[in-house]
């Protein structure tokens, strides 16, 4: 765990918050060129007004040329984002909407559930009928005809034309409404989808069925054959993250691989992480989400394993910066956010608070993986409230209580996922390793859900937002405080009284 009390470099953060906001507002209320015109004005008026604060407020004055940059920075975001939006908006394709016609997209992600027997995934459009063009487009299917399709693979197919749904940058929604037609996927592409194929096959082979079911989902994303039932509870049970492709996913598989610094040295060791995640990402389809991943997981071991925290503020700063120049519809992504906040929390919050409890006798390894719950589960929890509607008050319970297992499915995993294609026999015999773990993940994901008020609904939107993340504000403004504390500690204990109570005494 970094040294908490190293000292944390800022300054990159007011450019990478400007830039997200600049391009979220240009993305959602079209207000890119007027943000643009404002911090220009912003820039310009401090920047002339340095000389009078330089003899009356000298520590503005200093302050006047990292505002004027920051402000440029909201200038730049501003006119890129409202040049992407326009495109968007004055699509070709806008003029269509209403009618069908042939299109070629390449699937950018793989596909997600969307109803019963429906599907949807993001794509890139390359043609209409035939006539080259490009932008993002939302596609929606039937499983029985796109269910093979994986990411990066071309298809064509006739679409009904539609117009977006949300203002993310994508300039239609695509419904299929005849038979798709596949292209040949590049040969990484292919190499994934193998294995991803014989690893479902060989999981099915050692291991019972909802054990073999929620393997891959565990790691390699692919929720596929998980059950409405369990995927239920995993979400009231606050666990959800464990069935998608995340940060932490990249922080087990290249952390274990650096463990072997001991052995070849720290330079080798970060050689092997560096192959361990390329092939990682590889190996689960190396879509938008999962390189987002693979990014923000690269820098969670800056921050943990390396014990850099003092660096990894600015890094993950630039990398956001980075992130909305290239792919500005990350502004308004959900998980992209939930990825930040999530690194953010890992670097600033959970370090301190292991440390103080380590100084207060509780066991190293138990205070971060408390701390390290407790702090994903206070900034995440405003995003989720908005996009659920509810509120999971056994979240962190839940999260420390799997915790120990999770690395292990993820390791183990990860290497029978490597050797499935070349020695299935050994990556079957490391599948039937984690079928304790997983058993043990399933069972806490089912005892959770069944807890009576394991979760609690809430508003959802803004709303849902902001009342949680204003009680999880006031928790930890007030929780020095001794009363605070005997408060909370005894509305926990009635909590757990009436939700035993409810277990005991339940039908």
């Not at 929604?173 to 040949?184: D, E, I, N, Q, Y």
């Not at 940060?247 to 290249?254: K, Q």
């Not at 292990?408 to 299935?424: E, H, K, N, R, S």
Request: glycine share 10%.
């Amino acid at each position: 765990m970094p040294n908490p009390g190293a000292r944390l470099d800022l300054r990159l953060v007011p450019a990478a918050v400007t830039a997200w906001a600049v391009t979220a507002a240009g993305i959602v209320w079209g207000a890119g060129r007027p943000l643009a015109l404002l911090s220009l004005a912003i820039a310009a008026g401090w920047w002339l007004a340095r000389g009078f604060l330089g003899r009356r407020f000298p520590l503005l004055a200093a302050s006047a040329a990292a505002v004027a940059a920051t402000a440029v920075i909201g200038a730049g975001f501003g006119i890129a984002v409202g040049l992407r939006s326009d495109a968007s908006t004055d699509h070709p394709l806008a003029r269509q909407r209403g009618t069908t016609a042939w299109v070629t997209v390449t699937a950018a992600d793989a596909t997600r559930q969307a109803g019963p027997g429906r599907l949807m995934f993001r794509a890139n459009l390359s043609e209409v009928d035939d006539r080259a063009t490009s932008g993002a487009v939302t596609v929606f299917a039937k499983v029985v005809d796109f269910g093979a399709l994986a990411a990066g693979q071309p298809v064509r197919f006739r679409a009904r034309i539609s117009a977006p749904a949300r203002r993310d940058l994508t300039v239609a929604v695509l419904t299929a409404v005849g038979r798709p037609h596949f292209g040949r996927p590049p040969a990484v592409q292919r190499a994934a989808h193998t294995v991803r194929q014989a690893f479902a096959a060989t999981a099915q082979q050692a291991l019972p069925a909802d054990q073999a079911a929620m393997l891959p989902a565990l790691v390699l994303g692919d929720t596929s054959a998980v059950t409405a039932g369990t995927t239920e509870d995993f979400r009231t049970a606050g666990l959800t993250h464990l069935t998608a492709v995340s940060g932490a996913n990249v922080t087990i598989v290249c952390g274990a691989v650096l463990l072997s610094a001991y052995l070849v040295g720290p330079r080798i060791a970060v050689a092997l992480a560096a192959v361990a995640l390329v092939a990682f990402v590889i190996v689960v389809q190396p879509s938008a989400s999962v390189l987002r991943a693979a990014v923000m997981g690269a820098l969670a071991l800056v921050a943990v394993l390396a014990g850099r925290r003092r660096q990894a503020i600015p890094v993950l700063a630039a990398t956001v910066i980075g992130l909305m120049t290239v792919a500005p519809q990350l502004a308004v992504d959900v998980g992209f956010a939930l990825s930040v906040v999530a690194t953010a929390a890992l670097i600033l919050l959970a370090p301190s608070w292991s440390a103080r409890l380590v100084a207060a006798g509780w066991p190293k390894v138990l205070a971060d993986a408390v701390c390290v719950a407790l702090a994903a589960q206070l900034v995440t929890a405003p995003l989720i409230a908005a996009i659920s509607g509810r509120f999971s008050l056994i979240s962190v319970l839940a999260n420390v209580i799997v915790g120990v297992v999770v690395p292990p499915i993820t390791v183990l995993g990860t290497m029978a996922a490597v050797l499935v294609a070349p020695w299935p026999a050994a990556a079957g015999l490391l599948i039937r390793f984690t079928g304790p773990e997983v058993w043990w993940l399933l069972r806490v994901a089912h005892a959770a859900a069944r807890v009576p008020g394991a979760a609690v609904p809430v508003p959802s939107g803004w709303a849902g937002m902001l009342t949680v993340a204003l009680a999880g504000g006031a928790a930890v403004v007030l929780w020095p405080r001794r009363w605070f504390r005997l408060a909370a500690g005894g509305g926990l204990l009635c909590a757990a009284a009436w939700s035993v109570s409810g277990l005991v005494g339940g039908p």
